[in-house]
């Protein structure tokens, strides 16, 4: 499809995709999420099979009432906590971006984030912080919220996801600067391994102004401080 095509790194879009025909992208659209549905239930039973061999491996009788229905709840929810792979900025930004004389920063915070470690297949989940400085044009701010939807359901470690919704957002708005920051809580350090409950990993990404100037990068920093 054109749009993805024109996409880069992990379904970003560029300007272009924002001109195209709507109709017609509508309609390529909606057949493209009836294509990814289908490829979904194609593999289900392939996922159903693994989950059943992982609970047998484990010494589980997979006959017995609690479990006859498992490995296919298993399988249908790591399609939902991966849903990302199926999903690109195009998706969710669509007609959000608007030409706006705005050249202050904004910022949303303490966006809830939710995601699974590639390591281990373990949650880790947290807040998310966005800041950005705008070249006459804005989006939606629930937008950004989706943005991070989109890359943290996938497998992930918490640097790449940082560093994938900030160049999402430079990416489709072309901004003066881009600010993120996650603090998010491992499972693989909590349940497993080290098991330090209160430990939190903190990241950021900084693009453009963010990165070259330090009074807007603590701007930015002093009012995400204290946030949740």
Do not use: W
């Not at 997979?62 to 399609?79: F, I, N, Y």
């Not at 990416?171 to 693989?188: K, N, R, S, Y």
């Amino acid at each position: 499809m054109e749009y993805q095509k024109a996409a880069e790194l992990n379904g970003l879009c560029n300007g272009k995709i924002l001109t195209v025909d709507s109709k017609k992208v509508a309609v390529q659209h909606k057949n493209e999420i009836s294509r990814k549905e289908a490829e979904d239930e194609s593999r289900l039973p392939a996922l159903e099979a693994a989950y059943t061999t992982i609970l047998r491996g484990l010494g589980e009788n997979t006959d017995r009432q609690g479990l006859l229905k498992t490995p296919l709840r298993a399988a249908k929810a790591m399609q939902f906590l991966a849903k990302g792979y199926h999903e690109t900025i195009y998706d969710v930004l669509n007609d959000a971006i608007f030409d706006e004389d705005h050249e202050d920063l904004v910022i949303v915070k303490d966006i809830d984030m939710f995601s699974l470690c590639e390591h281990y297949l373990v949650p880790f989940f947290g807040k998310v912080h966005i800041g950005y400085l705008p070249s006459k044009k804005v989006v939606g701010l629930s937008k950004l919220a989706r943005i991070v939807e989109i890359y943290s359901r996938r497998l992930q470690v918490q640097e790449r996801l940082t560093k994938q919704i900030a160049m999402a957002i430079s990416e489709a708005l072309q901004p003066v600067g881009v600010a993120v920051v996650i603090e998010a809580a491992h499972m693989c350090m909590v349940m497993r391994g080290v098991q330090k409950i209160n430990s939190r990993t903190v990241t950021s990404a900084m693009l453009g102004v963010f990165r070259e100037d330090p009074k807007a990068r603590e701007e930015f920093l002093a009012l995400t401080k204290g946030a949740q």
